[in-house]
Nanobody, 123 residues
Framework: VQLQASGGGLVQAGGSLRLSCAASGRTFSRYTIGWFHQAPGKEREFVAAVSRSGSNTYYADSVKGRFTISRDNAKNTVDLQMNSLKPEDTAVYYC?????????????????WGQGTQVTVSS
C-alpha cells in the first residue's frame, strides 16, 4: 500500500486543520492506519490510530478531546481533524499502515509510511 499525506499548513493557536491520508491499492481495509508526528530533534510519536473497520479509534493523551481520526474504506482515505491546536502540536505529521491491529501506538508495527506533511502552530 502507498500512502500520501496532505493538509498541513500554518495556523494560529486555537485554530483547526484537517489532515488527509490517501492510500492506493485494493486492500486498504486490511490495514490499521495511524498518524504519528515528529518535531525537530525529537522521536516520531504516536498521535492517533483507527482500526480496519473504523469502529475503534485510539489517541495519545496529549490530543484526546482535540483530535478526531476517521476513515472511509470506500474512498481509501483516513482523516485527522485537529482542533484547538497548540504550539506544541507543531511537527511533521505522517500517516502509516500496519497489518497488525495490536500495538497500534508503536511505530515499529507500521510497515508503510507516507511522506509527511508539515503542521506549524503559531502562538
Amino acid at each position: 500500500v502507498q500512502l500520501q499525506a496532505s493538509g498541513g499548513g500554518l495556523v494560529q493557536a486555537g485554530g483547526s486543520l484537517r489532515l488527509s491520508c490517501a492510500a492506493s491499492g485494493r486492500t486498504f481495509s486490511r490495514y490499521t492506519i495511524g498518524w504519528f508526528h515528529q518535531a525537530p530533534g525529537k522521536e516520531r510519536e504516536f498521535v492517533a490510530a483507527v482500526s480496519r473497520s473504523g469502529s475503534n479509534t485510539y489517541y495519545a493523551d496529549s490530543v484526546k478531546g482535540r483530535f478526531t481520526i476517521s476513515r472511509d474504506n470506500a474512498k481509501n482515505t483516513v482523516d485527522l481533524q485537529m482542533n484547538s491546536l497548540k504550539p506544541e502540536d507543531t511537527a511533521v505529521y505522517y500517516c502509516a499502515a500496519a497489518l497488525s491491529g495490536e500495538y497500534y501506538f508503536r511505530r515499529e508495527v507500521y510497515g508503510y509510511w507516507g511522506q509527511g506533511t508539515q503542521v506549524t502552530v503559531s502562538s
